[in-house]
């Protein structure tokens, strides 16, 4: 290991690794690309305009070297195991599993009965139990249901096919829950291209980024959700997680090539926030998100090489976008989104009679949005923005960003239309997934990517 990859590597005290269990080779530094970003010398704010056409950074290519530990050689008893929502119904849920055991839990958390299934399988919900039918066994209710399939294949719910094993619970009156359990390498395999994509020859230090960070964001989750049915959910709440539909070779091999790997904050797993495309800037989330833990790590970066250099997201779709409503649309999407947002503190109103941004955080994105109505005057603070100024109607896709600049035209005591420009898809938090995509073509490694999207940390190996 050279002495440069050695300061990098760090081991953590929350998990018993031995020396032997640190990574020898993960990745190559180069002498070049790495910023060490700090809020101090943060570019000013991003204006939302044209891609600004400067030469292009000259980086050396990074040699990768490849590891020597595989995943074959880490125990599976090592690997944690994570809980994953799939489905949440009022309805009923299809099993489908060639052979295996199903068992019945009590409230206790114990095993009551089991026996061996194969086929299809069918269950349902009524109050706090989970009631089953099929597959070669007798009908019955527990208070929670688990499956484990035999001799590797693979339990299908739904149609579509997953590791591990299921289990159906009712989360307290909430209809039913079909969680998958799992090892936390075969989780990041389904989660990998849903998240990033598949990604191109010359790209595929991304994959390993990726892999790093979406590690690091589920392990961080473990710990506050012990006492919890699940730790995490399927889809952009948490990671998008698709099972074995999800995998892809190339993918799948940067997972087990970084098998065990995280970003490590004060020895412990990061929150390793990520988004699509940050627009030129990274999000502090102390702006984005002011309810939520802080770290320095995600207090926002400039995404070039250099302050004025461009924007490694700069050919992403969504760098530049504009939106636009008029009065009369506006209206109808406030009223729905402020209440959902701010709840019963929004009173009934029938007119807005102004609208604008309070302020710009250091990344240029908007810090708070005004609402003022007939009724009274509302703030909407941080990433929250985009879950109420949502483009087309109340029940569509959220705003893309609240890295935007506001034109506001007022008429008779009213707001008669609204225009934004803006960059960016996402909370912006974190890793900007098309940055690190065009840092990867450059020829950064996946250590370069993390360490300039989450200054500060160091990588390694828990288990």
């Not at 570019?43 to 070297?65: H, M, Q, T, Y």
């Not at 412990?268 to 702006?287: F, L, M, Q």
């Not at 004025?308 to 530049?320: A, K, T, V, Y």
Request: proline content about 4%.
């Amino acid at each position: 290991m050279s002495a440069r990859l050695h300061d990098h590597i760090v081991r953590s005290p929350r998990f018993v690794v031995s020396a032997a269990g640190l990574i020898p080779v993960l990745l190559f530094f180069s002498c070049g690309g790495h910023r060490e970003g700090t809020e101090a010398t943060i570019a000013p704010p991003v204006e939302i305009s044209g891609p600004v056409e400067r030469e292009e950074p000259k980086l050396p290519a990074v040699a990768i070297e490849e590891p020597e530990t595989t995943r074959e050689e880490i125990s599976e008893s090592e690997i944690p195991e994570v809980r994953v929502l799939i489905l949440e119904t009022r309805d009923r849920i299809s099993v489908e599993v060639e052979s295996g055991e199903l068992s019945f839990i009590d409230a206790g958390g114990n095993v009551a009965l089991s026996w061996e299934i194969g086929g299809d399988l069918r269950f349902n919900a009524r109050g706090d139990e989970v009631g089953v039918s099929g597959g070669g066994g007798p009908s019955g209710r527990s208070s929670s249901i688990s499956i484990t399939a035999s001799g590797g294949s693979f339990i299908r719910i739904e149609g579509r096919p997953y590791r591990g094993r299921l289990l159906l619970a009712t989360g307290g009156g909430r209809g039913l829950l079909a969680i998958n359990i799992l090892g936390m390498e075969d989780y990041i395999r389904g989660v990998l291209p849903s998240e990033i994509g598949y990604l191109k020859q010359g790209q595929y230090e991304a994959f390993r980024a990726q892999a790093i960070a979406s590690r690091s964001y589920a392990l961080s989750k473990l710990d506050g959700k012990k006492d919890e049915l699940y730790d995490l959910r399927s889809t952009v709440m948490d990671q998008v997680y698709k099972g074995v539909e999800g995998e892809n070779a190339e993918a799948s091999r940067a997972v087990d090539e970084t098998a065990g790997v995280v970003g490590l904050w004060n020895g412990k797993p990061i929150t390793a926030y990520y988004s699509a495309c940050c627009g030129g800037h990274t999000a502090d989330t102390r702006v984005g998100w002011p309810w939520k833990t802080d770290y320095p790590y995600l207090h926002g970066v400039r995404d070039a090489q250099t302050a004025d250099g461009r924007s490694f997201c700069r050919e992403s779709r969504h760098f530049r976008w504009e939106a636009a409503w008029s009065g009369e649309t506006l209206l109808a999407i406030l009223k729905k989104t402020l209440s959902a947002e701010l709840g019963t503190r929004v009173a009934s109103f029938r007119r807005i009679v102004d609208i604008g941004a309070e302020g710009l955080s250091t990344s240029g994105r908007v810090n708070a949005l005004r609402v003022v109505t007939d009724s009274g005057s509302y703030r909407v603070e941080g990433d929250r923005i985009r879950w109420v100024l949502r483009p087309g109607s109340a029940d569509g896709p959220i705003l893309r960003s609240t890295l935007f600049k506001m034109e506001v035209d007022r008429g008779a005591g009213r707001v008669v239309g609204v225009r934004v420009k803006g960059g960016g898809n996402g909370h912006g938090t974190g890793m900007c997934q098309s940055g690190a995509v065009r840092m990867a073509e450059l020829g950064y490694s996946a250590a370069e990517i993390l360490l300039h999207y989450y200054p500060g940390i160091t990588i390694g190996r828990v288990y």
